[in-house]
């Protein structure tokens, strides 16, 4: 029998992507999906397109936590106290939110607020499967990376690896499901519609969690990292201008070390020219473009993902699949 | 000194859009903008692209209403106390709402629900220049057309007057601004993009304001009106499927006959191909284009408007233009 | 071993996903891909989102014709010699052309041209598995239906095969897909981008395809047909105004007819509300809602598919599995 | 009488939006428009929506040249030699192609190819009118801006003055109207749609512009540049991301520095927050945002213009007006 999985907090983009992903998914057993707004309604009345045929059910921990695996795509914050239960409980968890993504306590404070359990931060794993992938098939608790992060980091992991990144910018778009599925000035139609902007000037909060995840490759350096909202619905590009350290460069061949870095990625693609959101669209697959500028002498590199999916849902699958011994993927490919 | 008008219900999209058309108007003298929401923002923050530089005040009627004419842009049923209150001060009013637009107070009951202040209906002067413009000149009170009812009306007017509707179906398509300003699910960018869909089905609140107005040019028919939603911001389009009344069809030159009724209109034109709503964005054209189907002998017409400026806020600029003797296309061409 | 099978003008959109599907089939080997333009390019750099690492081939029928299945994606005229070419040579066919949609030779030649091979024209099936299931799995040669058709089919036959139809006017909305892969002043983004238009007013060429299936199912009547497009990539809705023949409206049970219809058939769902296209975004699944307006007594059928999938090449691979006693929705679902 | 002005290249997007300016426009009298394809189209068939009711002639010199002054809306290249004519008869010219920006011969080889008339460049004047505002005014030959280094300079001037920029990225996204007329598979709906990537990597021909000027502003760096098209039609974002000059930075009040810089000109437009392009669509303003991290210590400047109208053509009619004695904001504000 197949191991059973909860997803709680299913209402939400992500949330609601996961489920759909577990629900025909020959290797889980989705049980239950839960949600804090929308109880009562039937996911596949609130999300039609993924024809998942389950009720929204309250939080009853004493049934629903009665699973080998669960999901947990609560907002940050709100999600720590959940997934501290779940664990007591002995359920093995792949958490959405920035809870336990941050290893510092500290950290988490200057960018979120007080870490509702920090003693938890060192049992969890940082789940990039390119970068931690024998950690997270031994692991209890996953933090699945940010969205931006997770391009950021597959753009930027080859050049880091090698001290090569002296400096660098992060100018990302992405499309509006990355702003949540509540309603808001933000989120209207006629607010993103036939609109480009920043947001989150100067200081997003996935800052640190690149810093800290290029800083353990080797690049201790501070991000400069900007987002901006673009009209579509899912698709994130990043776009990595890197000072190359000094010296190092002239005899780079970046292209070279991106192929080593990547051959053997199932979801890594290397292409000859700038990749387009609408290439990953709907899929699990990180697409990436390196460049040099022989004037600046710059590295640039571009990165894109489904936002919803490498960024979120497909990613916290793949990380299933990997702490259950499953083919990696399976079901989201 | 240009006649003083006041907008009450400013931080919608036609409200906004109103202002903005005023405050740049050489004929009037736009003094104060109220809302029911986001008092003390300025205009200009919540829509920088009208740049209108005044703060939405909270409605005090003793210091708003001591103005020569005012434009309300309330919702249906709240609009109707604020317009008494304002005819009582003299002031003469455009209404954007629903509420004096039908003639019948228990057709307004079924389709709404009880009418606040009934007494008035027979004072208002429906607010389409093209049908009703002399009597908007001398009127007090006028109720501007719903959106979907301007276009059609606009479309079907030639060939109601002449007896040749024998009955009618109106296939319409509208941008998310439409929908108004109030973030929603139906108005989250991620709904409302790459999709389309009917509303409002069978009985959508414009269909009696349609067939009052068919009525009145001759044409008495139960009308088949269905709207639907499309991935853009702001346009509209009424598509409309006239069979033909008996016999009248053989003789019948429907682009001479078009052409008749509308060459000496300065707001609509003619097109020989189907209009796109593209061709009208942010104008107080209706573009229409007629065409007859010799298989099945039915006239079809198509008519686009902007729904913010024709449907909605210029159209209110141009009732205003006609009660004070400006001319008729003064700030809105 | 499994059937192999090619994909005859796979650079354009429909031919090009068909590949794609045939591609990750398990049923089938997709053995060539053949174009008359890009020839020598890889599909998968002409449409990296489709991963299909074949090279575009120039059509050689000697090599490309050994194979037990072809799907054609030729234009109408063009397609016709070449499926008659693999009809010789014994390859069972799917085409994606009007070639072979029309029974009648004299129909063909008022909508479209001379048929370049009429005697063929009563070999074919119509490829709508919802309606000619049993004859699919014996034929041949399938003709894929229209995209417009296969929805307006779809929504119309359960009161077509009644003898409820009286009147229909069908109103289709489709995405700019629908207008091939050619670049033109239509398809250009700033053309279509934030508009709504009607064209092929007021003869579209899908309307003696709907017309010939729908008096195969008994009713007998001239169509009203005008599609429009919108600004969206993938997904085409119909709305179906139908005059429902005397005297059987009162008693008539719309809702409970289309259950009746379609509770067995995978590809068909029923919606209690409008559908949207983007609730079937790259799915076979035509979504249904039917409504009567009691007020003048018409019903009302909107159907949604999209229209490179179940408009197209999803249909193309239903109709494959039938042909060759696959199971019906494998590789599409 | 006000002076005559032809614009020659009016079928393309940005001359025949500068031919409706000038249709509209009070102290110019539009008196012819040419084009190299379309010839005998009107041009308000080509665009309902400029409403400009005339014909597009083929270039006959003796006729078109006998104005007061022209806009040039030709093809890099192909304007040089027609500009050369147009002054050799005493027109006044305002060029939008590349051909006159650079003033270095060797450079424009370097970045397109040699140049028709080498001779000309030291006659023309930059046409940035924040910039060169007295020169424009005496100039005979002004070279319009291109799209991206109007926005960017106009965002980096307040620092390139005060020599504060040591190193710069501008990250740029622009609407796929900046593509142009030409249908192509990159401007098909379909490719840009639900889309955005990078394009021009590492060398897009802006580059030079920008570093030219820069230069002239006392900043001598070396530029990284990467523009991005983004599903809108119209609008351009520049994210410009500075390493300020060492030890100048802890007493830089950079909002100061531009609010200083800034609050005189017309249409320049400072926001507290990062502008979206939908604040300046169809507007001739730059609104521009600036802020600084104090992680990194960068200044990052946001400026958005509509790359049609600040970015080509309203900006072109800016310096007309200023070339004849007009008010600088005639016709378009």
């Given at each position: 029998?197949?191991?059973?999985?909860?997803?709680?907090?299913?209402?939400?983009?992500?949330?609601?992507?996961?489920?759909?992903?577990?629900?025909?998914?020959?290797?889980?057993?989705?049980?239950?999906?839960?949600?804090?707004?929308?109880?009562?309604?039937?996911?596949?009345?609130?999300?039609?397109?993924?024809?998942?045929?389950?009720?929204?059910?309250?939080?009853?921990?004493?049934?629903?936590?009665?699973?080998?695996?669960?999901?947990?795509?609560?907002p940050h914050g709100?999600?720590a106290?959940?997934?501290?239960?779940?664990?007591?409980?002995?359920?093995?968890?792949?958490?959405?939110s920035a809870d336990f993504r941050l290893r510092d306590p500290t950290v988490y404070e200057l960018w979120y607020r007080e870490h509702p359990?920090p003693?938890?931060l060192?049992?969890?794993?940082?789940?990039?499967?390119?970068?931690?992938?024998?950690?997270?098939?031994?692991?209890?608790?996953?933090a699945?990376?940010g969205?931006y992060p997770?391009?950021?980091?597959?753009?930027?992991?080859?050049?880091?690896?090698?001290?090569?990144?002296?400096?660098?910018?992060?100018?990302?778009?992405?499309?509006?499901?990355?702003?949540?599925?509540?309603?808001?000035?933000?989120?209207?139609?006629?607010?993103?519609?036939?609109?480009?902007?920043?947001?989150g000037v100067p200081r997003h909060r996935h800052t640190p969690e690149i810093e800290q995840e290029?800083?353990?490759?080797?690049?201790?350096?501070r991000v400069?990292f900007?987002p901006?909202?673009?009209?579509?619905?899912?698709?994130?590009?990043?776009?990595?201008?890197?000072?190359?350290?000094?010296?190092?460069?002239?005899?780079?061949?970046?292209?070279?070390?991106?192929?080593?870095?990547?051959?053997?990625?199932?979801?890594?693609?290397?292409?000859?020219?700038?990749?387009?959101?609408?290439?990953?669209?709907?899929?699990?697959?990180?697409?990436?473009?390196?460049?040099?500028?022989?004037?600046?002498?710059?590295?640039?590199?571009?990165?894109?993902?489904?936002?919803?999916?490498?960024?979120?849902?497909?990613?916290?699958?793949?990380?299933?699949?990997?702490?259950?011994?499953?083919?990696?993927?399976?079901?989201?490919?």
């Open positions: 029998m197949p191991p059973s999985v909860s997803v709680f907090g299913a209402a939400g983009f992500t949330g609601a992507l996961t489920a759909r992903l577990l629900h025909r998914h020959p290797g889980f057993d989705l049980s239950v999906v839960t949600a804090r707004s929308d109880m009562g309604r039937r996911l596949d009345d609130l999300y039609p397109y993924h024809r998942v045929p389950l009720m929204l059910e309250e939080l009853d921990l004493d049934r629903h936590a009665s699973v080998d695996a669960a999901v947990v795509a609560y709100a999600a106290p959940l997934v501290a239960e779940l664990r007591e409980r002995g359920v093995r968890v792949v958490d959405l359990t003693q938890m060192d049992q969890a794993v940082y789940g990039l499967p390119e970068r931690y992938r024998e950690e997270i098939r031994e692991a209890d608790l996953v699945n990376p969205c997770a391009a950021a980091l597959l753009a930027l992991a080859p050049l880091a690896r090698e001290g090569l990144i002296d400096d660098v910018v992060i100018d990302a778009k992405s499309g509006v499901s990355g702003a949540g599925r509540a309603p808001s000035e933000k989120t209207h139609f006629v607010t993103a519609d036939e609109n480009v902007n920043a947001y290029l800083e353990a490759l080797g690049a201790d350096v400069t900007t901006h909202l673009v009209p579509l619905d899912q698709g994130e590009l990043v776009s990595c201008y890197v000072t190359v350290t000094n010296g190092a460069t002239d005899a780079l061949d970046v292209e070279q070390l991106y192929a080593d870095s990547y051959d053997a990625e199932p979801f890594v693609e290397l292409a000859p020219t700038p990749p387009g959101v609408r290439d990953v669209r709907e899929t699990n697959i990180c697409r990436i473009s390196v460049h040099r500028d022989p004037r600046t002498d710059r590295a640039i590199v571009f990165a894109a993902i489904d936002n919803l999916w490498k960024g979120a849902a497909s990613q916290a699958v793949q990380n299933l699949n990997l702490m259950f011994g499953r083919p990696e993927g399976e079901g989201i490919a």
